[in-house]
């Protein structure tokens, strides 16, 4: 399974308090002072930007405005209660002028919400600010929309399937109403409410998978759409080859590009994947590595084959190092929902088995699939050893429930991508979401532009706004004004 919780480590998202529904939460610093108590929420065909407080979180930038709305779990069954689904908006800086709509942020994840990457986002967007509104939502489960807290998987203690069993038991029959498709119609309610007709649309890693399902659900609002880091909503592989394959390609392409890389790195790889295996020791910890690698390369390609050289040659100290594990447990829910991104990503994401099936007899097609794979699809390594990566969780999903009766896929399977402009964005050493799983995305629209980032990684252009990725967003966003 597409598990992109080792990006946990690396960010710096901030941990949010768990807010009651109907409190309009906020960021400090603004100049207005805060209301005297906190606002009701307000009902979705009402919301008035003017009337948005300023938040109270000095962790946010100055000049977000909060709210939340009530919107039912399901849309076709109100009987499951309704959820407070929290959002911000930053007015566009240049009153004096008309306003050119608004910007729509996606986080990724999933079990990340968005309002918490609003300083991310304004340094991407940069001037189109100045006419345009920021509008961030915080997807059902995440950050400040009731975040999923399911303490066993959350603390580390569990995440395993029979973890994702107690998780779904947790969450009862509200446990199908946590996927994509209901995410982006969250979305969609939110702007309407807002009152804005159209919008441009940005999102990165699962947040494009997510803006992508919003594209095929409620393409007529949309002017433009931007996918940073993007995997397809639909037709992928449950086993995700490109990922493996970019991973295991990034050493060699990482080596013959420094003048400090010596010999062959694939070479270098397959030698030391034997050695492992007539050592009796697990490959997991080196498969793990390099399938966090396209958070940071070319240097984290780098640093992994020089951990192996001197691995060979001796000095095992690097690599025990690079694959001790670290201290499990990942901080409060409103920061990163581990039960959020699993419920997603096992109520959404293709499996090697049916979802409808046993628990029994999920294993065995599991372990079927694994026989019946071709041997050297990633080699050095083998399908069972790739399957069974610990990080990676290809097995966690076995212990959930069987798909909702209400259950709507991200994208229904004979739906047409919109006719809007689209702008796909792929690293070229990105493992977490693959070149070539970019280019599926973009072949799921007509009018799409795909740029392959050279010696990027996951999401570059999010963190450097001068960056070439964040140039080539700006330019494109402006072009397609609407």
Known sequence: MRSHRAEHARRTAAAFLLLVVAVLAGCGGDDEPAPGGPPSAIAPDSIDRADLVSCRDPKLPSGLRCGTIELPYERSDRSLGEIAISFAVRPRTDRDSPSQGAIVAVEGGPGYGSIGSAADYIATFGSLLRHRDLVLVDARGTGRSDPIDCPDMQSGRATDDIGVAACAEELGERYGSYRTAAAADDINDVRAALGYDRVQMYGDSYGTYLAQSYAFRHGDTLEALVLDS??????????YPSTWRTGIRGLTIACERSPECRGDAGRRLARFVRELRERRLSVGPLLDAISEAGF??????????????MYLG???????????????GFGKPSGYSVGQELAISCNDYPMRWDKGASWEERRRQFGAAIAGYPKRAFAPFTPAEVALTPDYSYDECLGAPPPSPLYEPPAEPGAEGPDVPVFVIGGELDDVTSPAEAKAAAALFPDSELFIWPNAGHVYSLYDPSSRGAVRIREFLRENGG
């Open 296 to 309: 940071s390369p070319p240097d984290s390609y780098l640093r992994i084959d020089r951990a192996i050289s």
């Open 314 to 328: 001796g000095d095992e100290s690097r690599y025990e190092e690079m694959t001790a594990e670290g201290h499990v």
């Open 230 to 239: 993007a995997y397809p909503v639909r037709g992928e592989s449950g086993w």
